[in-house]
T-cell receptor, first 116, second 111 residues
Framework: GAVVSQHPSWVICKSGTSVKIECRSL??????MFWYRQFPKQSLMLMAT?????????EQGVEKDKFLINHASLTLSTLTVTSAHPEDSSFYIC????????????FGNGTRLTVT | RKEVEQDPGPFNVPEGATVAFNCTYSNSASQSFFWYRQDCRKEPKLLMSVYSSGNEDGRFTAQLNRASQYISLLIRDSKLSDSATYLCVVGFSGGYNKLIFGAGTRLAVHP
C-alpha cells in the first residue's frame, strides 16, 4: 500500500491565487521530504528539500518566496504555490525516504495543478 | 551536459520482444542507482535498484558499470503491461537521499 500520501490529486485555480499541497508519510517519520515538478514529457526536477523543523533547501532557479515549504511535523510537509500563474501549471510530486542512507524514495501520487 | 541522460525513445516493440535501455550519468560521486517506472500522469514507482554486480528480477535485468558511468535495463519477453516510461535515477547520500532523474525512455509494447 501507499506509504506517502499527497493531497489534492488535482486542482484548478485562477491566476493570482495560492494553492497548498500536502504530503504525508503514512507509517513512518520523515525528517526529510522532497518536492519535484514535472512538465509534460520532461523529467522530474527537484525543486526543494524539505527539512523538519528547519528551512527548506531550494534548488537553483526555484524561487523560495513563490514556492513556500513548511515541514512542521515528522509526517507532514506542505508546498504552497503563491500567486499562481499559468506557467506554474505542472505535476507536483513529493517523496520521502522510508529507510536509511541510499534507500529508494517513495512517492506521493502527485498533484496536477492547472492555473487558468 | 545533463546529469543523467537517456534515449527518449519511443521504443515500439511487439509482445515477447527483448528490449534494452541505456543510461549514462555524469557525476562519479553517485552512490545509488535505480530504475523507476512511470505510467502516464502517475507518480514514479520503483522498478528495481541497480547493483554493481548486476541484478535480476524476473524478466528484468539491470547492470551497472561504474568505470563507464553507465546503467542498463533489459526487459525480456515484453508484455503489453510493460508499456510505460522508464526512468534512470541516480542518488547521492550524505544524510538524506537526493535523487536525480533522467528524462525517461518511453516503451510501447504492441500485440
Amino acid at each position: 500500500g501507499a506509504v506517502v500520501s499527497q493531497h489534492p490529486s488535482w486542482v484548478i485555480c485562477k491566476s493570482g491565487t495560492s494553492v497548498k499541497i500536502e504530503c504525508r508519510s503514512l507509517d513512518f517519520q520523515a525528517t526529510t521530504m522532497f518536492w519535484y515538478r514535472q512538465f509534460p514529457k520532461q523529467s522530474l526536477m527537484l525543486m526543494a528539500t524539505s527539512n523538519e523543523g528547519s528551512k527548506a533547501t531550494y534548488e537553483q532557479g526555484v524561487e523560495k518566496d513563490k514556492f513556500l515549504i513548511n515541514h512542521a511535523s515528522l509526517t507532514l510537509s506542505t508546498l504552497t504555490v503563491t500567486s499562481a500563474h499559468p506557467e506554474d501549471s505542472s505535476f507536483y510530486i513529493c517523496s520521502a525516504n522510508k529507510g536509511q542512507g541510499s534507500s529508494p524514495l517513495h512517492f506521493g501520487n502527485g498533484t496536477r495543478l492547472t492555473v487558468t | 551536459r545533463k546529469e543523467v541522460e537517456q534515449d527518449p525513445g519511443p521504443f515500439n516493440v511487439p509482445e515477447g520482444a527483448t528490449v534494452a535501455f541505456n543510461c549514462t550519468y555524469s557525476n562519479s560521486a553517485s552512490q545509488s542507482f535505480f530504475w523507476y517506472r512511470q505510467d502516464c500522469r502517475k507518480e514514479p514507482k520503483l522498478l528495481m535498484s541497480v547493483y554493481s554486480s548486476g541484478n535480476e528480477d524476473g524478466r528484468f535485468t539491470a547492470q551497472l558499470n561504474r568505470a563507464s558511468q553507465y546503467i542498463s535495463l533489459l526487459i525480456r519477453d515484453s508484455k503489453l503491461s510493460d508499456s510505460a516510461t522508464y526512468l534512470c535515477v541516480v542518488g547521492f547520500s550524505g544524510g538524506y537521499n537526493k535523487l536525480i532523474f533522467g528524462a525517461g525512455t518511453r516503451l510501447a509494447v504492441h500485440p
